[in-house]
């Protein structure tokens, strides 16, 4: 079983940061990626970014040069560092892990309220 737990959302100014966490416990040797989604009111979740397990990032077009998606060397936590917050990044974020079994996990899910 693989558990994950999601903090450091907030409410935050325009063109402020905020650093969420996703505290992963349990069987993280099955893990093959971990990504942060998001959810607007009224939208579909969509992808923010991911971490495999080798390292390798990816970014999503809306975020890239302004998100860093990152994990602790032991590998317990993944971090997504917001930086120059939009309203449009206004949303519900996700934790969500891959595993080799091919099944996901989801977190409960941090709001981030960005305030113009």
């Known amino acids: 079983q693989v558990q994950l737990e999601e903090s450091g959302g907030g409410l935050v100014q325009v063109g402020g940061s905020l650093r969420l966490s996703c505290a992963i416990s349990g069987r993280k040797d099955t893990i093959t990626a971990v990504a942060w989604y998001r959810q607007a009111p009224g939208m579909e979740r969509e992808l923010v970014a991911f971490i495999t397990s080798g390292g390798s990032t990816k970014l999503e077009e809306p975020v890239k040069g302004r998100f860093v998606i990152s994990r602790d060397s032991a590998e317990n936590t993944v971090y997504l560092q917001m930086n120059s917050l939009k309203p449009e990044d206004t949303a519900v974020y996700y934790c969500?892990?891959?595993?080799?079994?091919?099944?996901?996990?989801w977190g409960q899910g941090t709001q981030v309220t960005v305030s113009s």
């Open positions: 969500n892990a891959v595993r080799t079994s091919g099944d996901d996990v």
